[in-house]
């Protein structure tokens, strides 16, 4: 597509469910980053992914959360047991190959756990 | 350790105003982006700047990556400038984009 797309915009999901977003980067792209964002502060990084492997996962907060991309395009993120804690704008963005190319990111999905 | 610093952290600017919007960073880097983030959250790229000048309509920026720092200028503000602008890094040492804490630009009529 024309840009990364992220699927919902919204969720609301109860404490304890499993939730799943969805990240489609632009065409082409093999690097792929998912990062939180808390109100009022800025992004923080989750995990990259260069292919179908991730590259980083440095950033995610304990073993709730999970992301994969099996084709080499398309991420998942998955949080498992979901905590109000949770709840954020969870941002996901490609580049053409990582490193010293131009990231673009998704409109986000805000999560609230209630 | 790591820092991406972002100063002012506010401003308020009349409309017509010009602005410089600084960003320090402690270390050599890869990739560094100005982010504009709209009141619906999307971030926007403005520049990828890890070295150099670039200006794009009445917006331009500076990286001097050997004193680990870039500038965003905007000149004429319009009201649609307002928001949070972020600056995001990616060292040499690593696979993600440091974001800095932002500025909160609001420009008024």
């Known amino acids: 597509g024309a840009g990364v797309s992220q699927t919902p915009s919204n969720k609301v999901t109860e404490k304890g469910k499993y939730v799943e977003l969805r990240c489609d980067p632009i065409s082409g792209h093999t690097a792929l980053y998912w990062y939180r964002q808390s109100l009022g502060q800025g992004p923080e990084f989750l995990i990259y992914?260069?292919?179908?492997?991730?590259?980083?996962d440095s950033g995610l907060p304990n073993d709730r959360f999970f992301a994969v991309r099996p084709e080499g395009s398309v991420s998942t993120l998955k949080i498992q047991r979901t905590e109000r804690g949770d709840s954020a704008v969870y941002l996901c963005a490609s580049s053409f190959s990582g490193g010293t190319t131009e990231a673009f990111f998704g409109q986000g999905t805000r999560l609230t756990v209630v | 350790g790591i820092q991406v610093e972002q100063s002012p952290p506010d401003l308020i600017l009349q409309e017509g105003a010009n602005s410089t919007l600084r960003c320090n960073f402690s270390?050599?880097?890869?990739?560094l982006q100005w982010f504009h983030q709209n009141p619906w959250g999307q971030l926007i790229n403005l520049f990828y700047i890890p070295s150099g000048t670039k200006q794009n309509g009445r917006l331009s920026a500076t990286t001097v990556a050997t004193e680990r720092y870039s500038l965003l200028y905007i000149s004429s503000s319009q009201t649609t400038d307002s928001g949070v602008y972020f600056c995001a890094v990616e060292f040499d040492t690593g696979n993600q984009f440091y974001f800095g804490t932002g500025t909160s630009l609001t420009v008024i009529p």
């Open positions: 992914f260069q292919g179908t492997g991730a590259a980083d």
């Open positions: 270390d050599s880097v890869n990739n």
